[in-house]
């Protein structure tokens, strides 16, 4: 007869409600399934008596599970049977009709059982830059998933292990705003500015370990004006709205380039918010460099956008309209022009 042991699991990673269920649902059935033990959840630990073997077995399934729920971001009763009935790896593929089926293109599994992937051609040519370039400028219309795409390649790099650590930063430009008139500390004033990027996150990695990501710098979130003087080693960094940045600040973003990084750099050059429009460094920035081996450049289009399709036709207007000035301000120019010539 086996002898009677217990050991104490911890389960800190995982948000205690999701791997437990409404009503311990999970739980309960984890339980079901293991008659010949007993379990006892006391917040973020389990306490498992049985026999030795018994438990072993089922801390690696256990394990399995909570590995599962960091790759695909939700568990149901059909995921817990398949976990604790053989187990499965985060490699294995989830069976029909009871878990996400992968794909191809798929770039990571969010929260809730969302697939991130690429939905158009140039969101599929970004990804595949990512292989071949340490550097890509993407650029493009609002809604065409620029930044979107680019945090699931650096969340998938992390889970991957292929870098220590996200960084995501965009400039801190007021577009009509004022800083000064918000309230709150400095923090409070600057968090609006990156709440887009908080947005993804929040869409791809479990709340409470996103919570843990960013309170030991594993995901950091900052202005640009953060990034002076860093090196940025074993790296993934975002520079997102970089229309904004001026031509010193993107030189400064760039040559924080340490070793194994990946810098993507977002931006829409018909969004300039800065006071002077021609101040923007990006354009420049992307002139200068672009026979620069190893840098890769994709350019989005209103094909791209996967926003409400409302949003193709309000940037299409905007185009129109913008046209329209420009060829009301060129006639201005060349009447004056003309008024010059008249009073010579």
């Not at 699991?9 to 009503?23: C, F, P």
């Not at 770039?107 to 890509?136: M, P, S």
């Not at 997102?240 to 993507?264: H, P, V, Y």
Request: some cysteine; hydrophobic content about 35%; overall charge positive.
């Amino acid at each position: 007869m086996s002898e009677t042991v217990d050991k104490v699991i911890s389960v800190e990673n995982i948000d205690t409600r999701e791997l437990y269920g409404a009503k311990n649902v999970y739980l309960e059935q984890i339980k079901a399934l293991h008659p010949k033990l007993k379990i006892i959840a006391r917040g973020h630990t389990l306490k498992v008596l049985g026999a030795k073997g018994d438990i072993e077995r089922f801390e690696r399934r256990m394990q399995s599970l909570i590995d599962y729920y960091d790759r695909y971001g939700h568990i149901s009763k059909e995921v817990v049977d398949q976990s604790f009935a053989a187990g499965f790896t985060t490699g294995d593929a989830p069976k029909e009709g009871s878990t996400p089926i992968r794909d191809n293109e798929a770039i990571v599994y969010g929260n809730n059982g969302i697939v991130v992937k690429a939905r158009t051609e140039n969101q599929r040519k970004l990804v595949n830059l990512y292989d071949k370039c340490d550097l890509i400028f993407a650029t493009g219309p609002a809604g065409t998933g620029k930044t979107y795409t680019a945090i699931a390649l650096a969340v998938r790099a992390l889970r991957d292990r292929q870098v220590r650590r996200v960084i995501l930063t965009r400039p801190a430009v007021e577009a009509g705003e004022k800083l000064g008139f918000l309230p709150g500390d400095m923090k409070e004033k600057l968090d609006p500015y990156l709440q887009p990027l908080y947005d993804a996150l929040n869409d791809m990695i479990p709340p409470l370990k996103l919570q843990k990501f960013i309170e030991d710098g594993t995901v950091q979130i900052a202005p640009l004006a953060y990034m002076r003087g860093r090196t940025l080693d074993n790296a993934f960094v975002i520079l997102d709205e970089a229309q904004n940045t001026t031509r010193s600040q993107i030189k400064m973003f760039l040559t924080r380039m340490g070793r194994n990084a990946k810098f993507i750099v977002t931006g829409d050059v018909t969004q300039v918010d800065l006071p002077h429009k021609s101040d923007s460094g990006l354009v420049r920035a992307m002139n200068t460099v672009k026979d620069i081996q190893g840098i890769g450049f994709v350019e989005f289009d209103r094909s791209d956008i996967v926003r409400h399709e409302l949003v193709k036709h309000i940037v299409d207007a905007f185009d129109r309209q913008d046209k329209i000035e420009e060829q009301r301000r060129r006639e201005a120019r060349e009447q004056k022009e003309s008024e010059k010539e008249i009073t010579k």
